[in-house]
């Protein structure tokens, strides 16, 4: 006798019913609607041969046939992910070289590696901090495999990761010099948050002075710190030792800033795609396995 091939999404449907009692709970936890989740029951039912459910009353329970197969079922859904766990470490290996834009740094990599970490630890990953302009040089030469950089507009070959608000910040007891050149520490030439910074202040017709020019972002904060400067930061990524300008009469507003995944166009490796989902997801972005991301 020929014996079905059960698909395990009819399995977890059945475990969801059983665990909640309720058809509509637990397409809601399937990320499905009602009726899908009554189909799958029904389908897995007609496969089986027998009712795991009785509908009758008002509330769902299950059946003693239901009732005995539940263990099994748990147990083929434990395996069928154990097994899935298993051929992803072996498969992902090798040597991700990702970029990050100065900035995002710190707060990026605790959670990237902690998402890397969870998904294989057969993946070694190669850290280079710079300034956007550089990472996106060294992503077109193969240098990088990935990168995560920043930008005033959208690169349209490149995945959005985030488009937090740009934002003036400064040191607790910091106070400017009435009549005096606001002091600042930004980055170098060639940086575009940097120009938005210096663009908005000439604007406003405010004088400044650049205390520190510099690639580092350490180092611009240990200054600002330190109360000897303001700076501009993303939203979501200032240390918590440093307050926000929130008075648009003193300062400028600066607008956002755009947040990119962008990749080598080079062939990629299984490694390199769960690093990409990874960085996917610390951004809280849906991933959906392309290997392109502009497409």
């Excluded at 007609?46 to 005995?68: E, P, V």
């Excluded at 040191?171 to 938005?196: H, K, N």
């Amino acid at each position: 006798m020929d014996l079905p091939n059960i698909d395990t999404r009819l399995v977890r449907s059945f475990l969801a019913v059983a665990a909640e009692r309720s058809f509509s709970v637990a397409a809601e936890l399937q990320g499905c609607s009602q009726g899908t989740m009554s189909l799958r029951i029904r389908t897995l039912e007609d496969q089986l041969g027998i009712r795991l459910f009785d509908r009758s009353q008002s509330k769902i329970r299950l059946t003693t046939a239901g009732q005995d197969l539940l263990p099994s079922a748990q147990d083929l859904v434990s395996t069928h992910d154990l097994m899935v766990g298993r051929a992803r470490t072996i498969q992902h290996t090798g040597t991700v070289r990702i970029g990050v834009a100065e900035g995002n740094g710190i707060p990026l990599l605790t959670e990237l590696l902690a998402g890397v970490r969870e998904h294989s630890s057969t993946i070694e990953i190669s850290i280079l901090c710079q300034l956007s302009r550089h990472l996106l040089q060294k992503i077109q030469t193969g240098t990088l495999d990935l990168a995560v950089v920043t930008s005033l507009e959208e690169i349209p070959s490149a995945i959005l990761l985030d488009r937090p608000r740009l934002l003036w910040v400064a040191a607790p007891e910091f106070a400017a010099d009435s009549g005096a050149p606001l002091p600042v520490a930004l980055s170098p030439d060639g940086c575009q948050l940097r120009s938005a910074a210096l663009e908005a202040l000439q604007r406003r017709g405010i004088p400044y002075r650049e205390m520190l020019g510099t690639p580092s972002g350490t180092l611009i904060e240990s200054t600002v710190s330190a109360g000897l400067a303001v700076t501009i930061m993303a939203e979501g990524v200032i240390p918590t030792n440093l307050r926000v300008i929130r008075r648009p009469a003193l300062l400028p507003p600066l607008g956002t800033v755009c947040v990119h995944l962008v990749q080598s166009a080079a062939p990629q490796s299984e490694a390199v795609s769960v690093v990409k989902q990874a960085i996917a997801q610390t951004y809280h972005v849906s991933w959906s396995g392309r290997d392109d991301p502009g497409a």
